[in-house]
């Protein structure tokens, strides 16, 4: 069999497969391409984010300014430090007074009420006053007789004025022995007499015989005890008060010194407290103190007016008094009071507001401002009161002189050398500034 030979291709064959080989190329050629551009993006970008990045890095390693702490400052001062005691009492009136019948007889008149408030001579009660006029009719008749019986006896009595002015004298040179202890009593009487039996025999008190033999000298005695009588049957207020408990009822027959009602004079108050016996050894007259009232939700100032001289054996404790007055009559009688008094004076001490002291570690510190930071300050500290602390030594840190500033706020996770801003300087409430003469109310 002969050999095959390869069939020829016509030219529009030969001309489609090369077109279709050169399609194939440049589909293949085409991925290549964009894979390259892709490539060159993909690089631009990398080397974007290192750049950002590097920037980023840059400004990690820069430093922020340390922000300040906003604090308030109180000043630190030498003076005295002032501790408080403290004793509870009650309210009293030092005027009260019960109102009793001087006169016995009929009531014909009440002119008060209880409760109502008087004023000092205002009527309280009347008794019927009838009988009393005519005693003093009679005692006045008694009287006149006497004068006349005087009168028909003065000549027969001469009097010498020279005796009784030795008289007098002599009397007040023994009086004044008597005084200076220089006479004994039973010496004293028995010259007295002497000097008395003396003067009569020489015509001295010539008047008085008088008187006294013709009844005048009684008969004055009487009237004048008649007037007093008639006018006791007015009861009338001896002060400005209130009444309080009457007792006595229109047509009541009231003896001599049956009580009518009380009588208490407000305007004027004082406290009773008792303050135990170990606060008594630097307390004395005069020293400020704070009187509270829970009744009335008040507290006032006063200071101490009285001490007294004696102590409670039972108690351990010694009665003081405040006055104070009771303007607006808030106050009364028999209402509990508590009393906060300027006790112990410790002077010439370093203090520190009260708000300055931290504890740290168990050991106290305080910061001091120096500049524009907080330097910490480990020391000792003493007594203190409701608004100073004494510093008795510094230990660590620096020194604390009267005039220097210490942070009273916003310290308690404050560090050392940290920056602070001060927001505003606080002065606190000194309750007991003896110096000034002041006292800082609740």
Not at 22 to 33: D, F, R, S, T
Not at 254 to 266: A, E, K, M, P, R
Request: with cysteine.
């Amino acid at each position: 069999m002969p050999p095959l030979l390869p069939r020829r291709r016509s030219p529009l064959t030969v001309s489609l497969f090369t077109c279709g080989l050169l399609g194939l190329a440049m589909l293949l050629a085409a991925p290549l391409g964009c894979g390259k551009q892709d490539g060159k993006e993909a690089a631009s970008d990398s080397t974007a984010a290192a750049d950002s990045a590097a920037a980023d890095s840059s400004k990690a390693a820069e430093p922020e300014p340390e922000k300040a702490i906003k604090v308030n400052a109180g000043a630190v001062r030498q003076g005295d430090l002032v501790t408080s005691i403290y004793a509870d009492g009650e309210l009293r009136t030092p005027r009260s007074l019960a109102i009793r019948a001087k006169v016995g007889g009929e009531l014909i008149e009440v002119g008060v009420k209880d409760g109502d408030r008087v004023k000092e001579g205002q009527l309280i009660a009347r008794i019927d006053p009838r009988s009393y006029r005519l005693d003093l009719e009679a005692a006045r008749y008694a009287h006149l007789q006497a004068l006349s019986q005087m009168a028909a006896e003065a000549d027969s009595f001469s009097g010498d004025p020279r005796v009784s002015a030795d008289f007098g004298t002599a009397r007040a040179e023994l009086e004044r022995a008597h005084d200076e202890r220089s006479l004994s009593d039973e010496e004293y009487r028995a010259r007295l007499l002497a000097l008395e039996l003396g003067a009569l025999d020489k015509g001295a008190f010539r008047q008085e015989v008088l008187e006294q033999r013709t009844g005048l000298a009684t008969a004055r005695l009487s009237l004048e005890r008649a007037r007093l009588a008639l006018e006791y049957t007015e009861i009338r207020a001896p002060f400005a008060g209130a009444v309080q408990g009457l007792a006595a009822v229109v047509g009541e027959n009231v003896s001599v010194g049956q009580t009518l009602c009380s009588l208490y004079d407000n305007s004027q108050l004082e406290a009773v407290v008792h303050v135990l016996e170990a606060d008594l050894a630097n307390l004395s007259e005069g020293r400020p103190a704070l009187i509270a009232v829970p009744a009335v939700a008040d507290t006032l100032k006063a200071e101490i007016d009285v001490i007294s001289p004696n102590l409670d054996a039972a108690s351990r404790t010694c009665e003081c008094i405040l006055r104070f007055p009771n303007r607006g009559g808030r106050f009364r009688p028999g209402m509990f009071a508590r009393a906060e008094i300027a006790g112990f004076v410790f002077p010439d001490r370093l203090l520190v507001p009260k708000a300055a002291v931290l504890i740290r570690d168990d050991r106290p510190l305080v910061f001091k401002v120096a500049g524009d930071t907080a330097q910490w300050l480990y020391v000792t500290v003493g007594l203190e009161n409701d608004s100073w602390v004494e510093i008795k030594s510094v230990h660590s840190g620096g020194s604390l002189e009267p005039g220097d500033e210490v942070v009273v706020s916003d310290h308690l996770t404050l560090a050392h050398e940290a920056k602070i801003d001060i927001r505003r300087r606080v002065t606190p409430r000194d309750r007991w500034n003896l110096a000034a003469g002041q006292v800082d109310g609740p």
